[in-house]
DNA sequence: TCACGGAATATTTTT
DNA sequence: TATTCCGTGA
């Protein structure tokens, strides 16, 4: 065949073998640092080059960025057809085949999806109405609920099993959070909601249980690629299996040592049983590294090493030379931070950009005394793994308003917005939804809601912005911009910070300009939320923006910088407290 | 029933 | 840092 990409050039023996495997099974097995993403993007190019119909090829990721990163390079290796492969995260890829067959599973009028906030929200109603149970000390709060119950599905335990394992100091609540997690399976069934581990869930029910769709989504796809395989569920390499069906073009992509997402049902073994699910499997290893100098690989090399079930693996480079590791002492935590913001500010004068330079942590809060040193020493400096724009509360409370907008039976929209007004608690809140459901006319039983004489003013406002929109045609930018209108004095009151969080309002709004109706626009804020600060940074590449970065260990995978600094190095930070007790965790 | 303020709490993160 | 929770007083 006559190749316009020159393979055999730009790959090395491991990767070339990987792309041109192109029937079949296959394993690749990435280090960190080796090409992965290369690999992929090659093989991408190589099947369509061959004549694959780029529909037929199914890739799937983690992050909708790595699936827009690895076909925009595809894209520009070879050519526009690239576009037109099938790509995605598995949350928005069962999305889309739920969207056609939810009736076949019990949706007969559709679904919405709710994140993970709208999640916690929703318990937070169940929890309330626990009370009573509370005497002997109280209830987990709503965070902690949401993640006992994901993680219950994600790794397909009881609950049961998972307070026993994980939070034993909620034993004496059993019978509470078991209840509480049936009510909230409850609402969500009553509501039509999925979350997002719903939207795997049924998506594997879908698969089991309707053959025709199987089979035709089966025809659909003919070539499967799969991302970060180390990180997948149980479920998501169930669904795997079903996709892969009778013609087992499937190829996983990962790394058994970096698998670092067990504790949100993650399971390694799902990359380590490949070859047994599918004995016919190919595994090829990448091992060389073209991140690193040879002493980090060295000490890398000796701790995977002592990995008890692995592939074994030893990474290699050719860059030569380089410095070793340090491990410095600090007396305190400030001194600690005080060492840092000096050694970032030398590297900086001797040239090496902001942006360069990374501090990795293993939990949030670890960087606080480093932050407050940084803004000191007049350091600019970007923090990652923090909370998102769009999980920010008054980004939800304009979203809320538009939610209920969108679907009038919304409970948990109502009730967020209902809490925003003076004189309205909780209890008058979920009157006023019950009376929006009982009378089922949609907005106009929200209208026809009564109060108490001098009780109603926020009320009445928010009954004229609906009216407002519902009375004539708006694009969805404009429905934003009513709401953000009426919202700001909410806002201005709610918080002190109001004038950056005003900023992010118009930010939302610029983001719904591209929106043609609120539909698509809820979805992708669920889906697919604007993804702020590092990486958008990173890839845009902007010299203006010259911050340092601040990250999580976890946000930090798969970066590179030229120096890079872990604070807090210490049993019971790193590794964490959580970890210490348990072999496996750590 | 609601508002308010102070205390408690928090792994890690994507969807 | 940023929420969430809970007790108190109106």
């Known amino acids: 065949m006559n190749c316009r990409i020159l393979y055999k050039k730009e790959l090395n023996p491991s990767q070339l073998e990987a792309v041109n495997f192109t029937e079949g099974p296959l394993l690749v097995i990435a280090g960190a640092g080796s090409g992965k993403t290369r690999t992929l993007t ?7 080059e061959e004549g694959v119909l780029p529909g037929s090829i199914l890739l799937l990721t983690f992050t909708r960025k790595a699936s827009q990163e690895m076909l925009r390079r595809a894209t520009q290796l070879l050519d526009d057809r690239c576009k037109g492969v099938a790509g995605g995260t598995f949350h928005s890829f069962a999305y889309a085949i739920l969207r056609k067959y939810a009736h076949k599973i019990g949706f007969e009028n559709g679904f919405s999806i709710i994140d993970r906030a709208d999640s916690e929200d929703l318990i937070s109603m169940m929890r309330k109405k626990m009370t009573g149970v509370s005497k002997s000390g109280s209830l987990p709060r709503k965070q902690t609920l949401a993640n006992i119950f994901s993680r219950a599905v994600n790794k397909d335990m009881p609950v049961e099993d998972i307070v026993l394992n994980d939070y034993p100091q909620f034993m004496r609540h059993l019978e509470a959070i078991h209840e509480m997690s049936k009510a909230y399976q409850r609402q969500k069934a009553e509501h039509n909601f999925m979350d997002y581990d719903d939207l795997l869930i049924y998506l594997e029910m879908l698969l089991k249980k309707n053959n025709d769709v199987r089979d035709n989504i089966c025809k659909t796809y003919q070539f499967l690629m799969v991302d970060e395989y ?27 040592s970096q698998s670092i997402y067990a504790f949100r049902g993650a399971n390694f073994e799902n990359i380590m049983r490949f070859s047994e699910i599918f004995p016919k499997a190919r595994t090829i290893q990448l091992e060389e590294n073209y991140r690193s100098v040879e002493p980090i690989l060295k000490l890398t090399n000796v701790i995977i090493e002592r990995a008890t079930r692995k592939y074994s693996k030893v990474l290699f480079t050719q860059k030569p030379g380089g410095a070793l590791p340090l491990l410095i002492k600090a007396k305190s935590e400030n001194s600690q931070s005080r060492f840092v913001a000096e050694k970032i500010q030398k590297l900086h004068d001797s040239g090496v950009p902001l942006n360069q330079i990374a501090v990795l942590f293993r939990a949030s809060f ?19 793994g ?53 009378e089922k006319s949609e907005y106009t039983g929200f209208v026809k809601t009564k109060l108490k004489a001098g009780r109603s003013r926020g009320l009445d406002k928010l009954k004229h912005l609906f009216s407002d929109m519902k009375s004539r045609p708006m694009t969805v ?36 300009e591209r929106y043609p109706n609120l539909e698509p626009f809820l979805t992708d804020m669920a889906l697919e939320p604007p993804n702020t600060s590092l990486n958008d940074t990173l890839l845009n590449g902007d010299p203006a923006d010259d911050r340092l970065i601040l990250s999580t260990v976890h946000s930090a995978k798969g970066l590179e910088w030229h120096t890079v600094f872990i604070i807090w190095a210490l049993d019971g930070r790193f590794p964490s407290i959580h970890a210490l007790h348990d072999e496996t965790e750590l």
């Open 42 to 48: 090659y093989r991408v190019a190589r099947l369509v």
């Open 230 to 256: 180390q990180d997948t569920n149980k479920i998501q390499a169930e669904i795997i299996y079903l996709l892969a069906g009778t013609h087992e073009n499937v190829m996983v992509v990962g790394d058994d």
């Open 366 to 384: 670890h960087s606080f005394d480093l932050e407050i040193e940084l803004a000191r020493e007049g350091i600019p400096f970007v923090k990652v």
């Open 386 to 438: 923090g909370f998102k724009f769009v999980e920010s509360a008054h980004i939800k409370d304009v979203l809320g308003h538009l939610k209920a907008l969108f679907n009038p039976y919304d409970r948990i929209s109502w009730y967020r917005i209902l809490l925003l007004l003076d004189n309205i608690g909780p209890k008058t809140a979920l009157n006023i939804y019950e009376t929006i459901l009982a």
């Open 477 to 512: 930018a404009q429905m934003g911009e009513a709401v953000v209108k009426y919202y700001l004095p909410i806002l201005k009151k709610k918080y002190d910070d109001h004038p950056k969080r005003t900023r992010d309002l118009e930010h939302l709004v610029n983001i719904m």
